[in-house]
């Protein structure tokens, strides 16, 4: 029996190089409503819900979040990355990678903890129109990574079974989502995470980046 292998892909420092720019975009935000967050700690959360980012702020800084506080933030944090897209640039190898994968007639699908307010802007630069491509964003689903909903999302809509489905993400986030829903994980240094942080969550594989997985695609990819 064949097993036909589809991709579900982050977005954010996966496809597009935009971890940092995001960063930025936080410690604005923050900054704004008076939360003292070293950069640093800011890149460890980014690629986990909204609801999961609030509560490690809350042990971190010990500081109260109402839900209008949170709403300030991720208006501000939305406000600031469009500042900041200018500067955003698809990872190397990301369109090419797309583009052999439907050559092959292997689907493939995004799906981002980021709402397409942002996500749009992403998308665009990959030449990505969510209208013909199946796309997930956090304002779809009910919980956002680590928990697997976004891939679940995105595999039911292209049609495919997860556990025959390759995660591709850059954060130990999209590692524990694909183990929770039985995928297989592979890694992207590309955002940030070290090797053996990914592996230890869960990546079977890991590249440095889209060029670097195109180029090996045999390894994980059943053939056409």
Not at 43 to 62: A, C, D, P, Y
Not at 66 to 77: C, G, K, S
Request: hydrophobic share 45%; aromatic share 6%.
């Amino acid at each position: 029996m064949r097993i036909e292998t589809s991709f579900l892909f982050d977005l954010d420092g996966t496809l597009v190089d935009s971890v940092y720019q995001h960063v930025l975009a936080w410690k604005e935000a923050l900054d704004a409503e008076g939360i003292d967050l070293s950069v640093w700690r800011i890149h460890r959360k980014i690629g986990m819900s909204g609801g999961l980012f609030v509560n490690q702020l809350l042990r971190e800084t010990h500081d109260e979040f109402t839900a209008d506080r949170v709403e300030r933030l991720r208006q501000a944090h939305a406000a600031a990355y469009q500042r900041l897209h200018a500067q955003v640039r698809p990872l190397p190898g990301a369109i090419e990678l797309l583009k052999a994968l439907t050559r092959a007639n292997i689907r493939w699908a995004i799906a981002t903890s980021g709402r397409m307010e942002t996500a749009a802007l992403n998308l665009e630069s990959l030449g990505v129109d969510p209208g013909t491509t199946v796309v997930v964003t956090r304002d779809q689903v009910k919980h956002a990574k680590p928990d697997p909903d976004l891939f679940i999302a995105a595999a039911e809509r292209l049609g495919v079974s997860i556990e025959t489905a390759v995660v591709v993400g850059d954060s130990v986030w999209d590692m524990l989502a694909a183990r929770r829903c039985r995928a297989l994980g592979v890694g992207l240094l590309s955002g940030g995470y070290g090797t053996e942080e990914l592996e230890k969550a869960g990546a079977l594989r890991v590249y440095e980046d889209p060029a670097d997985l195109l180029a090996h695609l045999d390894e994980v990819a059943a053939r056409p």
